[in-house]
């Protein structure tokens, strides 16, 4: 069967920022270069790791313009276009679109209370809005609804979905849909955004994955998939048991917010090993304190982490 | 104590709109005036019976501006910045202001995984960024997260917030929300938004309601307010009970979404009665299914509602 | 229309126990007859207060034992048969009858994980194996499943259930059942579990009320309840205040869970006007600490609480 | 590292019932030796597949005693001891070992609503009750409650637990639960509970599964296990995804309870091949409608299932 376009390693990638709050958009063009030079397949920007749900439809704009110009097509660049309904994602995505995105990120609908057929006419109404692929993001973690396998490799098997990226957390639910998927042609790219379980996932069919760690260390992940493709499982598993002992630094932060302790997490680290000025996260989050800080760094330190 | 700007019946007007999914603004005046008749407080458009997640930015502002120009400040007009987290939220706000709006309503952050203090400096955050009174909305079904008295309370004292919409649906919040606001000097107005308790609350401390059936039968909601204002209680008892009875249409669609039961129930009783020409929702909704528009003409029938 | 034989304030009472967890049967009849004396309509022992669920069946027949004994019928005594599901239920609720309990309360299936249909064939099951009065406990927050008004009251039609203590925190539910019990001739006895409410409750038509603060001031909710029944709002809404204030002893433990907060600070109340000798819990239930006794202490002295 | 006692597929068994609903147990001496045959490591008597919760005292002595009987000591028998707390846990818990059980299985407390270090006292309390290893399950569907994977870990290493059943549905959770008990030297067994990823658990380091459709082809669980620990990727894929095609059996019975569709499937496939006189399930729980059972003979069809 023909290889997807989209495939491997897409870290969907942080959001720099100065300490003022302001997108440091040298930052970024630096992290794109060295994310490509560590062999990703894609890139994913505004993402819930790129916070996009803080960021206003300029800031949005602005960064994806900067990430496809410093791409120069080297990679696909996906953006995430995050909003309540598809009337708003579509106006959204074709701005993205025309600011340099090759493909769109769209979730199920947030805020609405919705049954499962207008969540399929959500992903329609969008698709028809735009002359892009798409893919859905699976993550009821943030919008209140799992999105059913079966919906899923309906709508790609109609054209609607070109792929998902599944942080469902529910890996019984993304087996099912690999399933459903190659006994439809496989008309979807199936992406695992779960950090920690990516050779498990590549050794049962996953076409990528998306794991936010892969901002910190996209090297090791690419060598993870690359092993894990070739077969060779022993090394895919001690890639990811080092990945998953550098993960550790999301539990760092006690008492603090799902969003600020993870993605904190992520760009403490990514500044331990100068792949970031600041660690600073989009208001109104404020920054990890001291103590998790600390715990932060000695797990990069023990691990061994490099840029 | 003095009585606040905000108080008694505020409708969370529905959005009109033509068979093709467009506003109807004609329609729109015609609703505006005819609530203005019935002797409410105010008027909160684009709340959730509104439909605003599904209305572009466009359309909200051209919403805002037709309700404030037919209102004429007769009473204030509140409109939901409904938006994903702080930053977008301030955005739109400022618009709606600019755009006619008195005052603004916003929801605890949405998508985003935040914790206690974040949710505060989102409050802050919004209110910075306006000149205008600011309600905090409460409605954890649609957003995740239940907003804590102290919370809000605080927020009210400090200067943030003016009052709240309570959709809750946590009575035991609400009672101690009324109990903690009294005894910090009242700095919030109280709203409960649920249809079938207003006598209660409002024998219990509310300030007012914003009950979504208000679109359909405003007058009974003002004549249920005014009777229990005046200690009333048999009076206010029997306005309620009529209203629940005409309530029940909203559980008429069986094996449909939230969205689409509750708030076309709504549209297609006020059609039945003469208040809107179409009970068309916003896309992807689709209309009801004609065995539940009988079911709820049936109820409109056997309660005797008149426009 | 008939009075229920089961109406009034009804105490969850609390299982009193000596400082080593043994079951204190001296406190236990100093309690029932402290409780008769105000004024209750029944005794419900074996309630989530009585921490039913850390009971062996041995200690529970022994409660109400002893409960039996000490109230010599003058009020009834109703039982909380909880357990996994049916035929386990049915089990305990003949052995409690024939421990002496007058009525029994169940609730819907735990553990299981059942549709509408076999929570009704549930509740058939354990009605068909007792010669008693059969009450469903509404408490999803513990069962993980909120009972349907109007499963509820065709059970009530149908004479398996002849009434419902409802803690599901969903004041729109509750009143909608008191109107679909009205509307169906009142086959059912309708309780309110929540303290903070029970006046606007009692307005609106509720039968009695089962809230646990009555173990620490059982005669304030007595002359609350009378107060509504006659139509007395004002003081109705004043015995009300003051318990609400007293019920804020159980937000005083923080970072505990819900069963030690909530029970902990009934007993530690009840210990500090003499109710009981110990404020100890079931095992594995740790004491509350310095700090939280000495806040519960703060509030009872402050409200002016005696025995 | 020395192995573990407790390793490899340990099926939850079903319990046979005749059509009556009373227990079959020439159909449970039956099926033991059939899983025995298969070269399962254990047997799990009275888990949820064994539809636990709606067995009385009574009727779980007499299966655990009918299993150990039959099995003779050839593989252990585990019991689950499912109740809400931890002395009738306990209670329970001695009886079975007294009727034959070999080991423990005992959830988070039920009903009750603890916080983490009750539910680690919880365990300490069971544990203390009985002579013999105690498994924790993980199974927050049903008992809403998640169990952290430092705490278990920690119980691990304290002598109290020593494995875990996971149906938590929360692959990171597993992995980490796996990295933290390698690190702390493998106190624990460490089971999954879910059926189609068993392979992919066998890869990353699990020491077995418990999946319940291995009542249905335990030889074919056998087989992927014996690949999978062989390194035989390819082998332990093929045979994992034959069993998720027969797991589809699982989603036949739409519109039914979890407990209804997932046991009853079951059944109904192993009554098909010859391995049950019925596929009756315990009351109140109704059989499963002829279209479903038609769906799901023709899926055992479909991939050839035979006993």
Redesign the interface.
Known sequence: MAEHRFQGIIPPIVTPLHDDGTVNFENLDRLVEHLIAAGVGGLFALG?TGQV?????AQRLAIIAAVARTTRGRVPVIAGA???????VA?GARALLAAGADAIVATA???????E??IA??F??IRAAIDAPLFAYDIP????RKLAPRLLVDLGTEGVLVGVKDSS????GF??LI?MNAAAGRPLALFTG????V???A??GADGAVPGLANVDAAAYVRLWQAARA?D?ARA?TE??YL??LFEIVFCAT??????AGVGAFKVAMAAVGLLDSAAM?????PLDDAAVARIHAIVRDVGLRA
């Open positions: 819930s749900a803080y960021l206003t439809d995050i909003d309540l309904t598809a009337a708003r106006e609908p947030v805020y609405a209370i919705s049954d057929r207008e006419d959500h329609r109404q973690v943030r919008v209140n957390g529910d890996d019984v087996r099912r399933a779960h950090e920690v379980v050779d498990a996932m050794m049962i077969g499982l598993l990811q048991e998953n002992r008492g603090r917010s799902g969003d600020a989009t208001p109104p989050l404020r």
